[in-house]
């Protein structure tokens, strides 16, 4: 039995998320909620089932196991969140494509490649989004404020290693 | 072309170094991308594990290799296969003091360990050291981790910092305090039953980040004891107002709305103050028909407000121009019949308006049974949902009958256990004659008997065995003969 921590009350209570592309091939998976590695496996296996083969004109919310899907395809991709019977379907539909608009934003137009090489980084705006499940920043830019803060120490630490490297090759010569 | 798209981004990403520099780990995207089958990729994964176990426990890894191979953990599980071997070298990168290591540490132990594993042990000290950093950088990634890994056990252990860090300068940390804060709660509500203060005070924090971020314990709070919180009824329909006039950073405006997510959390904290409290509820009204009306209907945010307007007024105090405005929403939702979604919500929103307003479905009948007839199960589902809270005496044959047909219909045993219940509990709520009863739970039985209840069985066996209360003698043992070859078919099939 599948389980998950359902009795938390919570504005919007987001149990995962996961991308999927249209062969099924997993690109991000997220889990606010216990799952262990079989159940995810299964969780996956069940859902990409379900969303893979729902046609284009219906609803964005698939039921699953008492629970709600929420799903919604960009190109190549399917982003999917899952939530409770009674929250707000279409407000977490937007919550998707705020998180879409962000990466978009961020990449440059953003595509499947670009979270295939770089899903640490997809990992990173997510984690600016939503915690614990629910939505932490509805601001595109203060969310983009806050993943550069993090960007330029990677840019400063390159530096750093790249002048500290050059010192050592112009020493050991 | 997909071929150039993808050398012309491997040339970015070299020149751009950072984490896509390795080829091992390029090559390793690729083949799994270009594996025909699962076999396949279950191989090639099981293959790269098998390099990272060698490799991961050579002496003299340089950091940045370490990264690497942490990073390369992290996908290998992400595609569904066990790298707890590498989570002790996750958590080490925690400890170090290189912030790019110790970020990547955090990333991968909060998508390898959950709050029960044995390693957490290890984290929680460098959390607590990491939670008093100048670095407001490092005090964030700890207050993510602080939000994935501590439980009630851990939880005294890096309370008081985080309570500090709700005044902190950066709105960063302050937002991430409050959903720490929220998150402990959660786990366990006499941690922080001593700082609701603190969430009432943040509610006028400065950064509506910060603000939207208290939003969340209060909803809970407020859910387990309202009276406590009738006081902010007034502070939150304020706060609302100024939201909805646009007096928030246009940064937070969404497809034109202002801050809609703020407005939904606002709503459903409103909904909860006013149930059953005529006088919460009046301050409200003004507000929430403000919003209704300046709402856009033309987008999915602008209808997800409105759903939750609908959803206020259903909950709140009754009013009736909220109702009208209600009722009109609703119609707006159902008219639309190339939008399954704002169908679907519009018969969400329904079922709410039911109880305050019987008539109301009478109004949207052919929209309801169009909804009912559509090949979209999900919305079909819904709007049995929907019949089931309609349900009386006069109707509950039509509804019963319509809803086993279905029933019989759906592979789904989840689904079909709980619609066989929802018939159970219908026809032993309204039935209008015992022989319908009977033939009503021997269809049920029928279809879905494996999936139905034991104490249901019972329950009719010992109707049957009891009798019914017929004065007539007659009609009684007709009818326990009927019942008998009815569960004589589902007993000894």
Request: with cysteine; charged share 25%.
């Amino acid at each position: 039995m599948l389980i998950h921590i359902g009795c938390w009350v919570c504005v919007v209570q987001i149990h995962f998320v996961i991308l999927i592309n249209r062969q099924g091939k997993v690109r991000l998976t997220k889990w606010y909620s216990p799952y262990t590695q079989k159940e995810r496996t299964k969780v996956i296996r069940e859902l990409s089932g379900l969303v893979l083969n729902r046609g284009p004109k219906l609803c964005n919310f698939v039921d699953w196991r008492g629970l709600k899907a929420v799903y919604r395809r960009y190109a190549s991709l399917y982003f999917c969140m899952c939530i409770d019977q009674d929250d707000n379907e279409l407000e977490v539909l937007e919550i998707i494509h705020h998180y879409v608009e962000v990466l978009d934003r961020y990449f440059g137009s953003v595509c499947e490649l670009d979270l295939i090489f770089n899903f640490h980084k997809a990992y990173y705006i997510l984690d600016e989004i939503l915690i614990a499940g629910e939505l932490q920043e509805s601001s595109k830019k203060t969310v983009a404020r806050l993943i550069a803060a993090q960007d330029s120490l990677v840019e400063a630490a390159k530096e750093q290693e790249s002048s500290i490297s050059n010192i050592i090759a112009q020493a050991t010569k | 072309m997909e071929q150039l798209r993808t050398i012309g981004r491997e040339l970015a990403m070299g020149s751009q170094g950072g984490f896509g520099q390795s080829k091992e780990f390029l090559d390793l995207v690729k083949s799994i991308g270009e594996a025909r089958s699962k076999a396949e990729e279950d191989r090639i994964v099981l293959s790269e594990i098998e390099t990272l176990k060698r490799r991961i426990i050579e002496p003299d890894i340089p950091k940045r290799k370490m990264k690497e191979f942490i990073i390369r953990l992290v996908y290998v599980e992400m595609l569904g296969h066990d790298a707890s071997f590498g989570y002790i070298h996750a958590v080490k990168m925690t400890h170090d003091d290189n912030i790019l290591i110790k970020r990547t540490g955090y990333l991968a132990v909060t998508l390898f360990l959950d709050e029960n594993h044995d390693l957490i042990i290890l984290i929680v000290n460098t959390i607590q050291k990491d939670l008093k950093s100048d670095n407001y950088l490092v005090v964030c990634a700890a207050l993510n981790a602080v939000c994935r890994l501590i439980n009630e056990e851990t939880i005294p252990a890096v309370l008081p910092q985080v309570v500090e860090l709700v005044n902190h300068p950066k709105e960063a940390v302050r937002k991430k305090a409050i959903m720490a804060l929220h998150r402990f709660y959660q786990r366990s509500p006499s941690s922080v039953s001593h700082l609701v203060s603190n969430f009432r005070k943040k509610l006028s924090d400065n950064d509506p980040s910060v603000m939207g971020a208290t939003l969340c314990p209060l909803y809970d709070l407020i859910t387990v004891d309202a009276n406590s919180y009738k006081d902010l009824v007034v502070s939150f329909v304020s706060i609302l107002k100024q939201v909805a006039e646009h007096r928030l950073p246009k940064s937070y405006d969404y497809h034109q709305m202002p801050a809609p997510y703020i407005q939904i959390k606002l709503l459903k904290i409103l909904a909860l103050l006013g149930t059953g409290d005529k006088q919460a509820s009046e301050h409200m009204y003004t507000v929430v028909n403000d919003i209704t009306r300046k709402a856009d209907t033309s987008s999915n945010i602008g209808n997800a407000v409105l759903y939750e307007c609908v959803c206020c007024a259903a909950a709140i105090y009754p009013n009736p121009k909220l109702m009208e405005t209600a009722s009109s929403t609703i119609s707006r939702f159902l008219k639309q019949s190339d939008s399954h979604n704002l169908r679907y919500m519009g018969i969400d929103a329904l079922s709410r308006l039911i109880k305050l307003n019987p008539d109301i479905a009478e109004q949207h009948q052919l929209a309801v049974i169009d909804c009912l007839e559509d090949r979209d199960d999900t919305l079909k589902r819904k709007t049995f949902e929907l019949l089931y809270r309609m349900t009386k005496s006069s109707n509950v044959e039509v509804i019963v009958d319509r809803t086993i047909d279905y029933m019989i219909s759906i592979n789904d045993s989840y689904y079909k256990t709980e619609i066989a219940s929802r018939c159970v509990e219908l026809a032993e709520q309204y039935a209008p004659s015992n022989q319908w009863f009977i033939q009503t739970m021997n269809k049920v039985f029928e279809h879905a008997g494996d999936l139905v209840n034991r104490k249901v069985v019972h329950n009719l066996m010992h109707l049957i065995a009891e009798g019914f209360g017929e004065d007539d003698d007659a009609v009684d043992s007709q009818l326990r003969l009927s019942a008998v070859s009815v569960l004589d078919h589902f007993l000894f099939t």
